[in-house]
């Protein structure tokens, strides 16, 4: 996490990680405001750049080449990533509406959506045609539409709606890859036919004739047939209709047609011109809600219409940062004057590109393709390549921000030294109103809880049953915490699922950093949104707990779980018998993956997946692990797996073998571990090594530093008794443990105190 560790004092919050977004986290990297907090909120970690989409298409260029890592680029900003979509604004609260969390509050907002296709208007385009737009989901439809040609057998007609740069090229790029694909099958480039359909009576119609032309012979030599004046009026299965009455039989329909705005725009009340897209003034505030700024496609600039291009969306970035900044730095904002006439470099999908300006402006050559890979290879870089992580600003405690003389005193406070002699607690107020949102189940057995809160929950344990206790605390490692405190939760929920209990009440105690009061609240109640969403959905009410200021974000539970008497199904690690077969239910590799990511070097999906797998619950894994006979299981966490396998082989007296080619690892954990970044932890687990009969045969194995690495809500492992480990395995995969796998296998004790051998 790259946040300063000054107090948050305003919100800007960005919804979107189109270009304009992209340029200006860029910028806030480089000027950090003190007391202003960023928020990045995504639907797409991997967001494509559309000056390279087309190269991507043709073959010319990986995926990695041509998209954004907007999780690395926003912590190199200091900017919360939170990986959701955005469903609406809540104007009059200041709060945006996500679909997978509670709303996100703003003191600045700004939107950079990009645009969506309006299919609705073609009968049978949204069902049959693959739509470009919106440009997150095309990498997708994308790699669908080149395995459906690899297999179609025989000739292959493809049409593409839209005559504008996007339509040419996209048409030109497929051409391109398709032809070299098929003959790379040993099957002929002629097999495949392309239609290209423009409404308008030329293509390119904002270009110059010159430009225009060559474009036009371009795609007669290549073969492709050019319906002009040719508007789409349905798509059929196989088939599409233009206006002439014309219909033309086709295998694939890709749309690249004019696009509208996001339907949920409509609700926000902010104005929208006739295609649905914001309307901006040359700000780049809203015309409607100064708070509000918008750029990119899905802004209307009212002061003069602009092209829908990635050069536009570009362009905003920077005037954007600085304005939002001024904003809440009560400066004058800054007006954007975009440029009458622009460059543009189009490709033909050979290595070879088409340069236009204005009226004139007409060049072409594989040189204008190298200057065009120059410009936005270059582009990339500065997205993808970062300094190192700027240190605090030395005035870092001087607010950048405008404050009202209450929230100066607020601030005052939270930037002084705290005595401690409150207890460090966090104020009354703050805490009932963050707790007050957040809404715990109820359980019968709950006397005095949360309900009714008092010094202490009293909580009856039913008759029959026995207390299952434990308790877990750490520090945020990720900068949402929402999904922080459904992690926190999930992570201590684990020991109670690993011994066969079933959770039932928890307290809870939290650190937050200090900050302007409702800052705090917000932080306090995201987290614990999350958690008890967790603790909820485990059947395990929040009874109580502690909250106190500290430097860091950090949460932790104690829990206490119900078991039956007599205590049959407890599952100990001392249950471990010779014979067993060892299931690891989740894959490895959180602890490297993290330790990456804070130094920039993890991609940012690898996190979105390690976040994902870190939520997932253990809960149903124990239930199947006990039903296949399991008497020994235990949560793999901070010792990593071999720490918490020796663990179970000393309490069980025996020995084990484990297979490091099955281990399951998460995605990049073997990079991160190879690159020697690995946990601070790690040292300290690798200490078990002792424990390793043959680790030299071992060490150069992928997998191997994997086996100490420190999991953060990690898997359960288990014994089965061997016959039982297929089953165990299918009924795991199919209860959503699609990592579950049988490692290896418990052996009778050998003559050493602790062996593990490695295969
Ligand atoms: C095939 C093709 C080729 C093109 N080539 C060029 C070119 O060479 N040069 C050029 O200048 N222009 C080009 N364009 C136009 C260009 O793609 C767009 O103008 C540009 O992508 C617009 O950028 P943007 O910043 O507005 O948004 P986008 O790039 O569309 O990004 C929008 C972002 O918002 C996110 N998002 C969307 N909805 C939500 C939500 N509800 N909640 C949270 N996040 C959300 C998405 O995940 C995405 O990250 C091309 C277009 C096409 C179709």
């Not at 960023?38 to 559309?50: A, E, N, V």
């Not at 470009?132 to 990498?139: D, G, H």
């Not at 292959?156 to 398709?178: K, P």
């Amino acid at each position: 996490m790259q946040s300063s560790n000054a107090p948050a004092l305003r919100d800007i919050v960005l919804i979107g990680g189109g270009h304009s977004h992209a340029v200006a986290l860029r910028m806030f990297a480089m000027h950090r405001a003190p007391g202003v907090r960023l928020t990045l909120i995504c639907t797409d970690t991997d967001t494509p750049y559309s000056g390279m989409l087309p190269g991507y298409i043709a073959g010319h260029y990986t995926h990695d080449e041509v998209h954004i890592d907007l999780r690395r680029l926003a912590e190199f900003a200091g900017a919360r990533y939170f990986h959701d979509e955005v469903i609406g604004i809540d104007r009059a609260a200041q709060q945006v509406l996500c679909r997978h969390r509670p709303p996100v509050p703003y003191d600045a907002l700004s939107v950079n959506i990009g645009s969506t296709p309006q299919l609705d208007e073609v009968p049978g385009a949204a069902h049959y045609s693959v739509p470009v737009k919106p440009i997150r989901q095309f990498n997708e439809r994308w790699l669908a539409l080149l395995t459906r040609v690899r297999a179609h057998a025989g000739p292959t007609t493809i049409a593409i709606v839209g005559g504008g740069a996007g339509g040419v090229e996209m048409t030109l790029a497929m051409q391109y890859r398709l032809s070299r694909e098929l003959r790379a099958m040993g099957r002929r480039p002629d097999e495949l036919r392309f239609h290209l359909c423009s409404a308008s009576a030329t293509l390119l119609a904002t270009h110059n004739a010159a430009v225009r032309a060559a474009f036009m012979r371009t795609l007669t030599e290549r073969g492709v047939r050019v319906h002009l004046n040719a508007t789409v009026t349905q798509v059929r299965e196989r088939t599409l209709q233009i206006a002439s009455g014309e219909f033309i039989d086709v295998d694939e329909v890709l749309w690249v047609t004019q696009a509208g705005g996001a339907a949920w725009l409509r609700d926000t009340g902010l104005a929208l011109d006739a295609a649905g897209f914001i309307k901006v003034r040359d700000t780049l505030q809203t015309e409607t809600d100064p708070a509000i700024f918008a750029a990119g496609d899905c802004a209307a600039f009212t002061a003069r219409p602009l092209e829908k291009a990635g050069v536009f969306a570009v362009r905003m970035g920077a005037p954007l940062a600085h304005n939002l900044h001024r904003l809440l730095a009560g400066e004058t904002l800054r007006r954007y004057r975009p440029q009458m006439r622009w460059l543009a470099l189009i490709s033909t999908g050979d290595k070879h590109a088409v340069a236009s300006r204005g009226r004139v402006v007409y060049a072409r050559g594989d040189w204008v393709w190298r200057w065009k890979d120059r410009v936005d290879r270059r582009f990339m870089r500065k997205l993808s390549e970062f300094p190192e992580p700027m240190p605090p600003s030395s005035d870092s405690r001087v607010p950048a921000v405008a404050l009202a003389p209450e929230e100066q005193t607020q601030a005052i406070s939270a930037l002084a030294m705290r005595c401690g002699g409150c207890g460090a607690k966090v104020g009354a107020t703050v805490l009932s109103r963050a707790l007050g949102r957040i809404q715990p189940i109820d359980l019968p057995e709950v006397v005095i809880g949360l309900h009714a809160p008092d010094d202490a929950a009293v909580v009856r344990v039913p008759a029959g049953k026995a207390l299952v206790q434990t308790v877990d605390f750490f520090r945020a490692f990720v900068d949402d915490p929402y999904i922080f405190g459904r992690i926190a939760a999930n992570h201590a929920l684990g020991d109670i699922f690993a011994m066969g209990g079933d959770a039932h009440t928890a307290t809870a105690i939290a650190t937050v950093p200090p900050g302007l009061e409702s800052k705090v609240e917000d932080t306090l109640f995201q987290m614990m949104s999350g958690a008890v969403d967790v603790l909820n959905a485990a059947g395990c009410a929040l009874v109580g707990g502690h909250t106190g200021e500290g430097q860091e974000l950090a949460l932790g539970f104690a829990i206490n779980g119900l078991i039956d008497e007599p205590l049959d199904a407890v599952m100990t690690k001392g249950g471990l018998r010779p014979g067993d077969a060892l299931i690891l239910t989740k894959p490895l590799g959180t602890g490297t993956l993290f330790a990456a990511h804070a130094r920039l070097q993890a991609r940012g999906r690898w996190i979105d997946a390690a976040l994902v797998s870190m939520q997932i619950s253990n809960r149903a894994a124990a239930s199947a692990l006990r039903a296949h006979g399991a008497a020994a299981c235990t949560d793999v966490t901070g010792f990593g797996l071999l720490g918490h396998l020796v663990e179970m082989t000393r309490a069980a007296g025996v020995d084990a073998e484990i297979d490091l080619n099955v281990l399951p690892v998460l995605d990049g954990a073997v990079e991160t571990a190879a690159a020697g970044i690995l946990s601070s932890l790690q040292p300290a687990n690798v200490r078990l090594r002792r424990a390793l009969r043959n680790q030299e045969a071992a060490v150069r194995h992928p997998h191997y530093p994997l086996i100490f690495d420190p999991q953060t809500a990690g898997g359960l492992l288990a014994g089965i008794p061997a016959g039982q480990a297929e089953a165990t395995v299918a009924e795991l995969r199919a209860l959503g443990y699609p990592s579950a796998v049988c490692i290896g296998r418990a052996m009778p004790p050998g003559t050493d105190v602790e062996s593990i051998t490695l295969r």
